[in-house]
């Protein structure tokens, strides 16, 4: 990475002296990395806490879930400022937070009140924070692909030092709007990075009965850019192809499609009964979470020790309760105010 | 009164019914759509009929709208008679073309030689939460398309009775089903019989005002009836039940006895269902029976909104559809 701090070169200083280090380590600082661990902490914490408010009544419409994937929304961020751009989609509440949002303002939006981020007219389904590059969530399965190509059209024209994401899911490969993007991102060489999170599962239909290819990956021969299937669930494998695609976007040679293979270990959304996977491949897949294993790699390289992952740890919890906090004692919007927002004059 | 006369089922089960009956009647009826399968479909309404039928005639489609409702066009035309689930009416948007440019316009294209008998079921309405991609009411645009058939059914009985018209006949039909109306229950026959996809049906009989209604908004109406019987206004209420082709006839004979017309629907008020029953009106002889202005109540001018509050405000609730009807009696021409 070109800013790379002091901090970041002594911790990799001593971590060059290691063998098997994920690269990723020794790209970040300890702040960076800490800030990192705090997400996927602040994620978690973010959908237990509306999945619970769900359970007991409190909330309303639906949601989805994305707790098992934390490490490929904060790995893919990782390289990205609030110049670069995200696309989301309707498992968007990680990349979200990955991309800077306050939870605070995130629950307030959840539970339909006027000081959430889309001022309660979106719902979970539509949260973004847009000041942090962040263009929306999604309703629409590949709704987000062509916006980030038009992001990325931006700017090319603008000329600014950026890129632009696009998450989506492994679903979203068999609509139109995917082929017909990557292929005009290709013919342009506009600067974005496809990220398909591969949960294995479109709602019911596995990536086997939905699709002509094994790996999703595979797609990008077509659209002549680079594909790279990676450990969704590994937070330096995510990051690291991140750093690069993200490198390769600015440098102008073009897209790149990241696959991340991941797992939501709950269900598609409130309606899903689970009739379509085993309880074994949940457990196998629950046994991978990426938040254990991204403390125990910290802890394995010395990056960190179990006090500061503690400290990181409550810390995100603070942030939480008082996000709830906010957001509870929040106004209901006017509905006298229903038609606003439609036309900007 | 035997069993089937006092049976009652949900409006859901009704569909899911009428399908399972025109499959095991007719080898070429097929299911597709996205999760339709073990799923059972995103509102259960095709429930376990991959079990009874199997996965070749209950076909889980990838989620590719575009093309999925073009394979049903494309087999509808060539002797089977897909019957295509979409998730959510909104996703409809996707297969617009294959809807608007070739399922509905290629028996006229092609001098009549051919029929595409393809059947869409489109869940709509908002109600749940869902925002403003989930939950709107778009029926009108396709009403407005030569070639389509476009129902709505309002209770379990025409649910099924409706489905299997439709499963009668050669053209493209599109049956929207409000959300809110899938656990509604009412009396349903056992067995096989068809409501005729056209006429409208008269819920309820008045004298002072006419309402005529869509999709959720019929309940409504009918529960603003109770209300306004309390204030001496009696009111009468049309379910629309087909947009196209749509019966003015009977619109136009009831407003010649009350004098009085509101439109009640959920999509926006602009350009919509009740415009288009206006100008019935207004083109007919009923317009000189009017003792006051046509009153078009309908969604507000914006996106469905998420806050449960504001999501309320946006389409026409049982107050509305009250203080409506009491403004017209009130008001003169
Ligand atoms: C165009 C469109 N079709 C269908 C849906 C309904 N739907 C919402 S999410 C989803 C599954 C999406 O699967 P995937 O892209 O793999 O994302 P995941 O839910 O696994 O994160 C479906 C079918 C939709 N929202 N939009
Ligand atoms: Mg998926």
């Not at chain 1, 509306?50 to 949601?63: C, F, K, N, P, V």
């Not at chain 2, 529960?223 to 009468?236: K, S």
Request: aromatic share 8%.
């Amino acid at each position: 990475m070109d800013t790379i701090s002091n901090e970041a070169s002594n911790l990799n200083n001593n971590l060059s002296r290691m063998a098997n280090v994920p690269e990723a380590y020794r790209y970040f600082t300890l702040d960076q990395l800490k800030g990192a661990l705090k997400k996927m902490y602040l994620i978690r914490r973010f959908e237990e806490e509306a999945e619970d408010s769900y359970q007991r009544g409190l909330t309303y419409g639906t949601m989805h879930l994305s707790i098992g994937q934390e490490a490929s929304a904060v790995g893919i961020c990782m390289p990205l400022s609030n110049a670069d751009y995200i696309t989301s989609t309707h498992r968007g509440h990680g990349h979200c937070i990955a991309k800077g949002a306050e939870p605070g303002k995130m629950f307030a939006e959840f539970f339909g009140k006027e000081t959430g981020y889309c001022r309660g007219r979106g719902g979970s389904m539509h949260i973004a924070d847009v000041t942090t590059g962040n263009l929306g969530a999604n309703g629409i399965v590949g709704g987000g692909i062509p916006i980030a190509v038009g992001a990325a059209l931006s700017i090319k024209h603008q000329k600014k030092n950026a890129v632009a994401v696009c998450f989506f899911g492994d679903g979203a490969n068999n609509e139109g709007s995917f082929h017909e993007s990557l292929n005009m991102a290709s013919i342009w060489k506009l600067p974005v990075v496809f990220v398909c999170e591969n949960n294995q599962y479109g709602m019911s239909t596995s990536i086997e009965r939905s699709t002509s290819v094994k790996n999703i990956a595979d797609r990008a021969v077509s659209y002549s850019m680079p594909g790279i299937t990676v450990d969704g669930n590994s937070f330096s494998d995510v990051a690291s192809a991140s750093v690069e695609a993200v490198a390769r976007a600015k440098s102008g040679e073009g897209p790149t499609l990241i696959e991340c293979l991941t797992y939501r270990t709950r269900g598609h959304s409130r309606s899903d009964r689970n009739r379509y996977r085993t309880k074994e491949e949940i457990d196998a897949w629950a046994a991978r979470d990426p938040i254990p294993r991204f403390e125990g790699e910290l802890l394995n390289f010395g990056i960190l020790n179990e006090t500061m992952i503690a400290e990181v740890r409550e810390a995100a919890e603070r942030e939480i309760q008082s996000a709830l906090e906010f957001a509870k004692s929040s106004p209901d919007p006017d509905p006298l105010q229903v038609a606003n927002f439609v036309y900007s004059s | 009164m035997t069993d089937s006369a006092i049976r009652e089922i949900s409006f859901s089960q009704a569909i899911y019914e009428a399908m399972a009956l025109a499959m095991e009647a007719d080898e070429r009826v097929i299911l597709m759509g996205e999760d339709i399968g073990v799923y059972g479909g995103a509102f259960q309404v095709t429930g376990d009929l991959v079990h009874r039928f199997g996965p070749e005639r209950v076909i889980d489609t990838p989620i590719s709208e575009l093309g999925g409702a073009g394979v049903a066009v494309g087999a509808a035309l060539t002797g089977m008679r897909p019957i295509f689930e979409f998730q959510f009416s909104d996703f409809a948007t996707l297969a617009m073309e294959q809807i608007v440019n070739q399922a509905a316009k290629m028996r006229y294209m092609l001098g009549g030689e051919v029929s595409v008998p393809v059947i869409m079921r489109l869940p709509c309405g908002s109600g749940s939460g869902a925002a403003a991609q989930h939950s709107q009411s778009l029926e009108a645009w396709f009403a407005h398309v030569p070639g389509l058939k476009v129902i709505e059914p309002t209770t379990p009985y025409d649910a099924k009775g409706m489905l299997l018209a439709a499963l009668e006949q050669n053209d493209p039909v599109l049956i929207f089903e409000h959300k809110l109306l899938y656990k509604m229950k009412g009396h349903v026959p056992e067995g096989h019989y068809t409501v005729p996809i056209g006429p409208s049906e008269t819920r309820r009989q008045g004298k002072d005002v006419t309402i005529v209604a869509t999709a959720i908004m019929v309940a409504r109406a009918l529960e603003a009836a109770v209300i306004l019987e309390g204030e001496n206004i009696d009111v009468e209420v049309i379910d629309l039940r087909t947009l196209r082709p749509m019966d003015t006839e009977s619109i136009i004979a009831s407003v010649k006895r009350t004098s009085r017309l509101l439109c009640v629907y959920e999509g926006v008020k602009t350009l919509g269902i009740g415009a288009e029953i206006s100008a019935a009106i207004v083109e007919s002889d009923a317009f000189g029976f009017l003792d006051a202005p046509v009153i078009r109540l309908g969604g507000q001018e914006c996106p469905i909104p998420y806050s449960p509050g504001l999501e309320r405000a946006s389409v026409p609730q049982v107050d509305d559809i009250v203080r409506c009807a009491r403004d017209l009696v009130r008001r003169k021409i």
